[in-house]
């Protein structure tokens, strides 16, 4: 065989190899991506109705079933039952329900909590609700329309293309082979076809060696910092977007439910003040995500100066104990200080201030007896701050997420929460070029440790 056509069948099969794997996992990850956005809409749309139904003073399963019927966020055949525990249907959300619960499915949502199916077309989620009433069974389901026709739409765009891709490599190839001195025109013909939306693509880098193959090294390492900035942005912009939507749906349900119908003084009175505590959250959110954005260290210079660390430690104390009086924050030396060097670092008073705050804020929060411990020691040139509480701790296995924004434990889903707060700590630590530790124990406590370089090190 040639050497041309040898080279030209084999470009063309290992990038076909190549292309085809990444179409599959394309596909696959936006099936799976696609599945449990649908579970968790649907677990979140089922989660909402049953606290309007148990929960919000006023709402009867009638009243619910006016509201779910003039909802626009409905899913296609959307259904919500609620069984109580004597497993009685006490509420669903459609007249004419196409949805069998067998008991089977109930007992087994109250033997192992949340569960996921497909029950014919329909994608099923089942899971507990504890209410003042026992356990109760909350089991939704919707058809998937608008996902099974994206992901058939997507399967066969990719069929397509990689039909078409075929084709192209085959030319390519031929193409490449026989001009194998012309690489800057395959450069060209490839730059214009990459976009925000196709930045995974790469052009081709020639021989490796020569100029041509220079710049197509440093073009693609450009676009492998753009595309993972892409999915950061995107990242975090769902994220955002869905714990400031979550406070607007509940502030929107109750002045829906509170327009119902003519309410007392005191009733009135109640529901502003939820709805301006759900306000104040949102705010406070807002907040923490402005801040989390400009304590990016490649977007944010930040000045820097030699500050007293116990100074900004009291000065966190009293302000944290002006908001929450019943707070008790026990701050207490370990080791020889004498020396004022060994207190002092570079930094931000602001930032560590804002550091301080949300660790004790978060030990004292967690905590039955609102307490946390401060120690302040010295180890060689380096200070250890720990914060040291004996709350409800957080698990092993999710220790090391605890720092992604937005992510909080499954323990702490009874305390009101941004999720933003550890991140915030992990981010200006980082700023400062310091470091943070973890040690956790569920029911036993947690521990965070900060470490400081100081002046005198």
Not at 139 to 168: Q, T
Not at 299 to 310: F, G, L, T
Not at 316 to 344: S, V
Request: aromatic share 8%; net charge neutral; proline share 3%.
């Amino acid at each position: 065989m040639e050497i041309r056509k040898r080279l030209t069948l084999q470009f063309t099969v290992i990038v076909a190899v190549i292309l085809f794997c990444a179409e599959f996992s394309v596909y696959i990850f936006s099936e799976l991506r696609w599945r449990e956005d649908f579970y968790t809409r649907l677990q979140n749309k089922a989660m909402a109705v049953t606290k309007l139904l148990l929960d919000v003073e006023g709402v009867n399963a009638d009243i619910l079933r006016l509201i779910e019927k003039n909802n626009l966020s409905t899913m296609p055949f959307e259904e919500i039952h609620i069984f109580d525990k004597s497993n009685e249907e006490v509420f669903s959300s459609r007249d004419s329900a196409r949805l069998v619960i067998a008991p089977s499915v109930i007992a087994h949502i109250r033997g192992i909590g949340e569960y996921e199916y497909q029950q014919d077309e329909y994608t099923m989620v089942g899971f507990p609700y504890h209410s003042g009433t026992g356990q109760i069974v909350v089991v939704a389901g919707a058809i998937d329309i608008y996902g099974l026709r994206k992901l058939a739409n997507l399967r066969n765009i990719l069929i397509i293309v990689f039909l078409i891709s075929l084709i192209i490599l085959y030319i390519s190839g031929r193409i490449y082979a026989n001009r194998a001195l012309r690489p800057i025109l395959k450069v060209i013909d490839e730059v214009p076809a990459i976009t925000e939306s196709t930045l995974h693509l790469r052009v081709n880098e020639g021989n490796g060696r020569d100029e041509v193959a220079r710049l197509a090294k440093t073009f693609n390492k450009m676009l492998a910092r753009l595309e993972n900035a892409f999915k950061v942005q995107q990242t975090f912009i769902a994220n955002a977007s869905h714990e400031i939507r979550t406070p607007l749906a509940h502030i929107s349900g109750q002045l829906e439910v509170s327009l119902l119908k003519e309410r007392s003084k005191e009733e009135y009175i109640r529901i502003i003040r939820s709805v301006l505590n759900d306000i104040i959250s949102l705010g406070n959110t807002a907040n923490r995500l402005l801040l989390l954005t400009l304590t990016n260290a490649d977007s944010y210079h930040v000045p820097m100066a030699p500050i007293r660390i116990d100074d900004q430690l009291w000065e966190a104390k009293a302000e944290l104990q002006k908001t929450h009086p019943d707070f008790k924050i026990q701050i207490r030396f370990k080791g020889n200080f004498e020396i004022d060097h060994y207190l002092t670092t570079v930094g931000n008073d602001q930032l560590l201030r804002i550091v301080f705050l949300n660790l004790m804020e978060n030990g004292c929060k967690y905590s039955p007896d609102h307490q946390i411990e401060v120690v302040i020691e010295q180890v060689d040139s380096m200070i250890r701050i720990h914060f040291k509480d004996k709350g409800i701790g957080i698990p092993r296995e999710e220790q090391e997420l605890v720092y992604e924004p937005f992510y909080r434990a499954k323990n702490v889903h009874k305390q009101q929460g941004s999720g933003l707060g550890l991140s915030l700590v992990k981010q200006i630590m980082m700023l400062h070029g310091q470091s943070i530790s973890l040690v956790s124990e569920p029911e036993k406590g947690t521990e965070f440790i900060l470490h400081f370089s100081t002046t005198q090190g």
